[in-house]
């Protein structure tokens, strides 16, 4: 397991000793003393489950800022966007916008 995995908090075990991860590189052994993990580290992990990935996402993003975050963006796009091309922007703006529904 790599640390970018495990949770601020988690105890891991690497090169035969026990650290609390502090950071997203950094780790305090029990015995005291900060140190940098490298990313490439291989970590056994203890007693700690490792971070979900895939519900993160879900729970970090408020819809309606996305949605007037988008709107603003395309706004803007339209005005710089020749008349040609606002067709083809319109329908990706759609496709945006539906991949928000499902």
Same mark, same amino acid.
Request: charged share 25%; net charge positive; glycine share 10%.
């Given at each position: 397991?790599?640390?970018?995995?495990?949770?601020?908090?988690? &105890?891991?075990?690497?090169?035969?000793?026990?650290?609390?991860?502090?950071?997203?590189?950094?780790?305090?052994?029990?015995?005291?003393?900060?140190?940098?993990?490298?990313?490439?580290?291989?970590?056994?992990?203890?007693?700690?489950?490792?971070?979900?990935?895939?519900?993160?996402?879900?729970?970090?993003?408020?819809?309606? &800022?996305?949605?007037?975050?988008?709107?603003?963006?395309?706004?803007?796009?339209?005005?710089?966007?020749?008349?040609?091309? &606002?067709?083809?922007?319109?329908?990706?703006?759609?496709?945006?916008?539906?991949?928000?529904?499902?």
């Amino acid at each position: 397991m790599k640390l970018q995995h495990l949770a601020i908090g988690a &105890r891991f075990e690497y090169e035969g000793i026990v650290y609390v991860k502090t950071g997203p590189l950094t780790a305090s052994s029990e015995q005291g003393g900060q140190r940098v993990i490298p990313r490439y580290a291989t970590l056994k992990p203890l007693d700690v489950p490792a971070v979900d990935r895939g519900s993160a996402g879900k729970t970090g993003l408020d819809r309606a &800022r996305v949605v007037a975050a988008f709107e603003s963006f395309y706004a803007c796009a339209v005005e710089v966007t020749d008349a040609g091309g &606002r067709e083809r922007l319109a329908g990706a703006r759609e496709a945006f916008l539906a991949a928000l529904r499902s």
